[in-house]
Nanobody, 125 residues
Framework: QVHLVESGGGLVQAGDSLRLSCAASGYYSGYNFAWFRQAPGKEREFVAGIRWNSGNTQYADSVKYRFTISRDNGENTVSLQMNNLNPEDTAVYYC???????????????????WGQGTPVTVSS
């Protein structure tokens, strides 16, 4: 498994930007990485994903064109740049990693077996 540690959450106002980072340790060549989020009383949902080897990305419709996921091979980190935040983005954000076996879609929670502890993001109106 990959060990993941998130950082960068906080309290911001609507329209602000925030950058989340996920530090990864272990062997993860061939893995998919993703950010999920869980708002109070709601299911954990996919936000954005990236394939470590190719750098190909996917986004949930609700964040497309506002959020950008990226990976830094040298720093062993996966980041989520979040722009134009709104109160609906308020949630605990989780970094996840899983072997790209081809069985699960990159958006599926079942495809990830390593999870970070989560970092809270609160957007005030």
């Amino acid at each position: 498994q990959v060990h993941l540690v998130e950082s960068g959450g906080g309290l911001v106002q609507a329209g602000d930007s925030l950058r989340l980072s996920c530090a990864a340790s272990g062997y993860y060549s061939g893995y998919n990485f993703a950010w999920f989020r869980q708002a109070p009383g709601k299911e954990r949902e996919f936000v954005a994903g990236i394939r470590w080897n190719s750098g190909n990305t996917q986004y949930a419709d609700s964040v497309k064109y506002r959020f950008t996921i990226s990976r830094d091979n040298g720093e062993n980190t996966v980041s989520l740049q979040m722009n134009n935040l709104n109160p609906e983005d308020t949630a605990v954000y989780y970094c996840a990693a899983g072997w790209n076996s081809g069985v699960y879609h990159i958006r599926a929670r079942e495809g990830y077996d390593s999870w970070g502890q989560g970092t809270p993001v609160t957007v005030s109106s």
